[in-house]
């Protein structure tokens, strides 16, 4: 945005005033340094820190993070695997008398499937199931109660996030997931609702934060000045405010909106005068 495009303005007392705008070099993270996020952002990146800073150091981590927060107990996990619906099983060998996890394993760089865990207390396994349960497998233990979306990473003369693909197998792809559970979003917004819209409002609310964290790696964040015209004719600053993530692809109007009022500003000093 260059320093000499402007808007104008005349108060009711005849006073003129103008706006420039200019990027925030300093913005506030959305992550870090707002409130009222409804989702956790989980990043995984070699030489990014992004998203929020959850603790967690890989896909199992978050996993238990998961579970604790929705608190499925260790019980209803068993019984899905064993009903057969993840992709490992868990049987009971009596030949053996053990507890066994039957499911793909890299073996010297070579994915197989077999027995890879086995225990005679089942509770001893449960670590493992952890580790072998997909979270698409978590979401269905959940009953829907877990809402994920996809985060992907574009990295190319600056960085961008986006809950879709951004077709590109060069410079982009999958850097981690944002998460959220019904019980928040029914926080957030009071009211009845079916589930199907629960979980809709959850997906549309977290796609707008990723949208905004979005705009702060990019850098689409602004401040504008506000100046006044003097006597004189000279122009002396009289406001400023910053860390503003606009909308459309006009900031400096779209902030003269804001601070003015729609229609009550012109581009030509002339017609404001």
Aim: aromatic share 12%.
């Amino acid at each position: 945005m260059e320093h000499h495009e402007y808007r104008y303005y005349k108060d009711k007392e005849h006073r003129i005033f103008r706006i420039h705008v200019e990027r925030d070099e300093n913005p506030w993270n959305p992550r870090t340094d707002m409130d009222g996020n409804i989702g956790t952002m989980f990043c995984m990146h070699r030489r990014y820190d992004l998203g929020d800073n959850t603790g967690y150091q890989d896909v199992e981590g978050l996993k238990r993070a998961m579970i604790q927060e929705l608190g499925i107990p260790m019980k209803k996990i068993r019984a899905y695997v064993k009903r057969g619906k993840a992709n490992i099983a868990l049987t009971y060998n009596r030949r053996e008398r053990q507890w066994e996890i039957w499911g793909e394993y890299s073996f010297l760089g070579k994915q197989q499937y077999g027995l890879y865990c086995a225990a005679p207390d089942v509770e001893w396994l449960d670590d493992d199931l952890i580790d072998g349960i997909t979270l698409k497998d978590l979401q269905k233990i959940a009953n829907d109660n877990l809402v994920m979306l996809p985060l992907y990473l574009y990295d190319h003369s600056g960085l961008s996030m986006s809950c879709a693909d951004f077709g590109d197998p060069w410079d982009s792809g999958q850097v981690g997931m944002i998460w959220t559970t019904l019980d928040r979003v029914k926080a957030e917004r009071p009211g009845k609702q079916t589930k199907e819209e629960w979980v809709r409002l959850a997906k549309q609310d977290m796609t707008a934060e990723v949208k905004l964290y979005d705009k702060y790696l990019q850098g689409e964040v602004y401040g504008y000045i506000e100046e006044k015209q003097t006597e004189d004719g000279r122009w002396e600053e009289s406001d400023s405010c910053w860390g503003f993530y606009t909308d459309t692809f006009d900031p400096l109007c779209e902030l003269a909106d804001e601070i003015w009022g729609p229609g009550t500003h012109t581009e030509e000093l002339q017609k404001a005068a």
